[in-house]
């Protein structure tokens, strides 16, 4: 059992941002976009055409891991994953678009903006949709960027979808109030 006294809503807060945020900054790409057990918004077929059906973004979030620095002051550290996947077109004198893996990892790193504004959503009595905070993107340190990119390359032989990750990782500093 921990002894960490801090709000117990911030959990909620940080992801309930965290995904407005993504859902905001994603949907002109026209990609689906998945919120596991939340919500799945379907491609939008006048952005990507017929080619673009199985194209979307999965959205997940692990934290908020939150650490006590000082009495009743806390690091909050969070890892952003925004998984893609994305059709493979078949086309004859490269008239295919083989570079749309890469433009979906594009958009899923500019959604990665330096801050994420976090803030007390929600219906309860301490959620007033005022701004808690912002998550700041940490940038170097260490021997990886904490803005990454991974191609995961085809899912099959006979697949005809490949798949990406970016991550991103963020950090705020909050009081318990």
Known sequence: ?????????????????????????LTPSGLGINIPGIEFIPPDPEVLGKAGAKDFFEIK?????IQEISKGYFRVYIEISILIQSQIEDGLNNAG???????????????CSPCVHVYKYGDGTDDDNTQLDCLKL??????????????FGQTGPSERLQQAAVEGHYEMYLCDE
């Open 61 to 65: 979030m692990d934290g908020p891991h």
């Open 138 to 151: 940490i940038y170097g340190g260490g021997f990886r960027n904490k803005l990454e990119a991974n191609n």
């Open 1 to 25: 059992m921990s002894n960490l006294k801090y709000n117990l809503h911030w959990p909620r807060w940080i992801f309930a941002s965290v995904c407005d945020h993504l859902k905001t900054a």
């Open 97 to 111: 678009d083989f570079h749309r893996l890469y433009r979906d990892i594009g958009y899923a790193q500019l959604a």
